[in-house]
């Protein structure tokens, strides 16, 4: 071996450790430039894989766990950007109030910030009220029948693009959708199937119709130009769903019964 190949190698290494404390701070001021990494997360009781609640100590979710372990892994504090629904923090994409999230993913987003994995697949229907005539999409897409969703959100979009003479209207919050629907002032709620069966449990005598209108699938983002963010947060949610971090987040907000369904 040549004299001069294992000072070579020394330089290689050396230079290595050099970049690499270099690259840890590029990657900090790019994902986390206030000093905390903030986490932008949408208030509802509905639960879920993305929905997040807030509790007594603070907040609980999905979306809450692991920006939590993710903060921790880049060794800040996390800070919660409470929002009310996914339309809000699509809204407040550009005005860099928060640095990673955790949503539905659609073609209109995609054009606001980066994606990346999905870590889950829900099937979105309708919810119809108590003592409703409706029993499928056919009996529910007649005019006059009100249909609810959440304002600005994915599933509103699609919910427009599949009923073509029923009205959709938006509203800001779920618990709003769900007074309205209790009394009878909306036909339906349009929300991912495993949410509405368990509203369906809250309001006696109403019904989840058995088709499926939209395929809604749900990734961490972030804003757009960030690569190197983007380039970490991919990493994680991949070691996130190997290594059992996922499969935690869901077991700790009531999804133990939950596949993870990815693509």
């Known amino acids: 071996m040549p004299r001069s190949l294992p000072s070579a190698l020394a330089g290689l290494v050396l230079a290595a450790l050099v970049a690499m404390p270099a690259l840890a701070d590029g990657l900090k001021e790019e994902i986390a430039?206030?000093?905390?990494?903030?986490?932008?997360?949408?208030?509802?009781?509905?639960?879920?894989?993305?929905?997040?609640?807030?509790?007594?100590?603070?907040?609980?979710?999905?979306?809450?766990?692991?920006?939590?372990?993710?903060?921790?892994?880049?060794?800040?504090?996390?800070?919660?950007?409470?929002?009310?629904?996914?339309?809000?923090?699509?809204?407040?994409t550009s005005k860099g109030t928060w640095d990673v999230t955790w949503l539905p993913k659609d073609p209109e987003r995609e054009t606001m910030m980066m994606f990346g994995p999905v870590y889950e697949v829900a099937d979105a229907t309708y919810i119809v009220?108590?003592?409703?005539?409706?029993?499928?999409f056919a009996?529910?897409?007649?005019?006059?029948?009100?249909?609810?969703?959440?304002?600005?959100?994915t599933t509103m979009r699609g919910a427009?693009?599949?009923?073509?003479?029923?009205?959709v209207t938006g509203y800001q919050t779920y618990d709003e959708i769900f007074g309205l629907l209790k009394s009878g002032e909306i036909?339906?709620?349009?929300?991912?199937?495993?949410?509405?069966?368990?509203?369906?449990?809250?309001?006696?005598?109403?019904?989840?119709?058995?088709?499926?209108?939209?395929?809604?699938?749900?990734?961490?983002a972030v804003p757009l130009g960030h690569p190197q963010a983007?380039?970490?947060?991919?990493?994680?949610?991949?070691?996130?769903?190997?290594?059992?971090?996922?499969?935690?987040?869901?077991?700790?907000?009531?999804?133990?019964?939950?596949p993870i369904r990815i693509e």
């Open 33 to 92: 430039p206030t000093g905390r990494l903030r986490v932008a997360i949408a208030i509802s009781p509905a639960g879920g894989a993305f929905w997040s609640t807030k509790t007594e100590a603070g907040y609980a979710g999905v979306p809450v766990d692991l920006g939590r372990e993710m903060a921790a892994q880049l060794g800040v504090a996390v800070e919660y950007v409470v929002h009310q629904n996914s339309g809000q923090i699509t809204d407040a």
């Open 187 to 220: 036909d339906a709620f349009a929300l991912s199937r495993d949410q509405l069966n368990k509203m369906a449990q809250k309001i006696p005598g109403t019904r989840v119709l058995d088709e499926t209108f939209k395929k809604t699938v749900t990734a961490v």
């Open 129 to 136: 009220k108590a003592g409703s005539s409706v029993t499928n």
């Open 139 to 153: 009996t529910l897409d007649q005019a006059g029948i009100k249909v609810a969703a959440v304002n600005a959100t």
């Open 230 to 258: 983007l380039s970490f947060v991919t990493r994680f949610m991949n070691e996130a769903t190997t290594n059992g971090t996922l499969r935690k987040a869901y077991d700790n907000n009531g999804l133990k019964d939950a």
């Open 160 to 167: 427009i693009a599949h009923l073509k003479n029923a009205k």
